[in-house]
């Protein structure tokens, strides 16, 4: 059974910094393709980063040079950094792996 276990969000002011966790079990983790995906109220779901099992990246403009994606095999988890933050990075933040397995959100709040 797959599962993917969001963690690390929550409230904080504009300008600061989170980094979520996406723990993943049931996959042979180093062979995927990881993303991020954020939805925010009344909006779609859209992808904010990807990393794929060699390493490489790529992030939506909105966030570039601002958020980082990065992966430990090891653990089984991929990272999301994310600095600067903006009232409009306000959303519920999903990771998603290759094989389209969602995890369940976790919400991120930036306050103006």
């Known amino acids: 059974q797959v599962q993917l276990v969001e963690s690390g969000g929550g409230l904080v002011q504009a300008g600061g910094s989170l980094r979520l966790s996406c723990a993943a079990s049931?996959?042979?983790?180093?062979?995927?393709?990881m993303y991020w995906y954020r939805q925010a109220p009344g909006k779609q779901r859209e992808l904010v980063a990807g990393i794929t099992s060699g390493g490489s990246t790529n992030y939506a403009d909105s966030v570039k040079g601002r958020f980082t994606i990065s992966r430990t095999n090891a653990k089984n988890t991929v990272y999301l950094q994310m600095n600067s933050l903006k009232p409009e990075d306000t959303a519920v933040y999903y990771c998603r792996s290759g094989g389209s397995y969602w995890g369940q959100g976790t919400q991120v709040t930036v306050s103006s």
């Open positions: 049931g996959i042979i983790f180093r062979l995927n393709s």
